[in-house]
Every structure is written in C-alpha cells, then in structure tokens.
C-alpha cells in the first residue's frame, strides 16, 4: 500500500513538473481538494484543472523538487520544494484581486 501511495505521489510531480493537467487530473478524484498557500480551498476535478492551467500559464517555469523519501509507520514521509518566478504583469485580474484580499495590496 505505502509504495503504491508512494508511485502515485510521484507521478503527481511529475505531471505537475510537465505541466500536464490530463495526466495530473487522472491521478485525482472527482472530489479532489487542495489547499494553496494563502489558505484558499479549491474543490472538484474540473475546478483544479482550471486552476491548475491557469497556474501554469501564470507561471511557466513552476516545478516541485522531491529529494528525499523517508519510511515512517508504514507510509512515507515526502519533504518537497517548489520553485518558479512569476512577473507580476502576468497574473490574471482574479489572481490581483484574491492577492489584494490576502495581503492588502
């Protein structure tokens, strides 16, 4: 089960670092959620292949980095990095206004 839990999570990055939303949304469910890092909560398949696309194209260089795997209780610990530039003349008005909300631009 871990290394299966384990492959998945790989093939997550790597469609992330190819920027492939077909490969990345057949890897999630229906009711898939994710939290980004200013604490908005995005739900459902086709909501994350529209963030997610347009994510990409906000910014092109985006990847994330898994250096290491470390075994703990029968599942595995993954410590990731991401990295990206973005210039700010590329973020969508939508992406303007929820970092406005956030941090008071």
Do not use: K
């Amino acid at each position: 089960m871990a290394q299966a839990s384990l492959a998945t999570a790989e093939e997550f990055v790597d469609a992330i670092n190819r920027h492939d939303l077909d490969a990345l949304c057949a890897l999630m469910s229906e009711e898939h959620g994710f939290i980004d890092s200013l604490g908005a909560v995005f739900q459902g398949r086709e909501a994350l292949r529209t963030g997610w696309g347009s994510y990409f194209r906000t910014v092109p260089d985006y990847c994330v980095a898994v250096p290491t795997t470390s075994p703990s209780g029968g599942c595995s610990a993954r410590r990731a990095t991401a990295s990206a530039r973005c210039a700010l003349e590329r973020i969508s008005t939508l992406s303007r206004s929820i970092l406005r909300r956030r941090v008071r631009i």
